[in-house]
């Protein structure tokens, strides 16, 4: 059965300002209030879906979404570099970083692979295939969304770096009945312009990370 899922990037943290791997943190409270003032209006869905983290339910709430959590949308699990910045753990562990920006099957931090992160979510996207609802809606993360991105264009995990995920973007992806394709990507949730093209990660880039 045809489908669509509408993927938008949560709003950003302290963690995206600085640079760190996200814990569970919060919305800041200068997010939120601009948040309250975009007057979004989503698209007609049969079913809108939340990550379990704090910082996409409280994205959801703050655009008059209301949303269910889902386990299977959670954040990428960065366990030990929770909290710390990728310059802090690049001055400490340059090989550690490299490894995890090269290879997609490591797990450096001891927690979830980039590859591991691919699977989970193409598994979800099959059941949101197969379960019959015709738009769903979900708040998620940017690790998340590139995941679904390759998953949908059959890209190998390599090509992770390759996709540029913002804060308040939206991802669209449709299900034919057989497969998912990309509608488009980066789209702003304040405006209709068109994404911006990617670029591959740099280390100072405050995106990477959450």
């Given amino acids: 059965m045809p489908a669509r899922l509408t993927l938008l990037s949560h709003a950003s943290t302290a963690a995206t300002r600085l640079s ?4 569970d943190e919060p919305l800041e409270d200068s997010t939120l209030a601009n948040l309250t003032t975009l007057n979004w209006q989503p698209p007609r869905a049969h079913q809108i879906l939340t990550a379990p983290e704090l910082r996409t339910q409280q994205t959801a709430k703050a655009l008059n ?3 269910t959590p889902t386990p299977e949308l959670r954040d990428l699990h960065y366990r030990n570099w929770q909290g710390r910045t990728l310059a802090d753990l690049h001055a400490e562990d340059p090989q550690a970083i490299a490894q995890w920006l090269t290879d997609p099957t490591s797990s450096p931090h001891e927690g979830e692979s980039i590859a591991s992160l691919v699977t989970r979510i193409a598994a979800w ?21 590139r995941a679904a991105i390759l998953h949908s264009l059959n890209a190998p995990p390599q090509s992770f770096w390759r996709i540029d995920i913002a804060p308040l973007t939206l991802t669209d992806l449709r299900h034919n009945g057989r497969t998912w394709t990309l509608r488009a990507t980066a789209i702003p949730l304040a405006s209709h312009d068109p994404p911006q093209p990617d670029h591959p990660p740099q280390t100072k880039n405050p995106r990477q990370t959450s």
Avoid: K, M, Y
């Fill in 125 to 145: 996207l099959d059941t949101v295939a197969t379960e019959g609802t015709l738009h769903t809606i979900a708040i998620t993360h940017p690790a998340v969304i």
């Fill in 20 to 23: 760190a791997f996200p814990a």
């Fill in 65 to 67: 979404l209301a949303a």
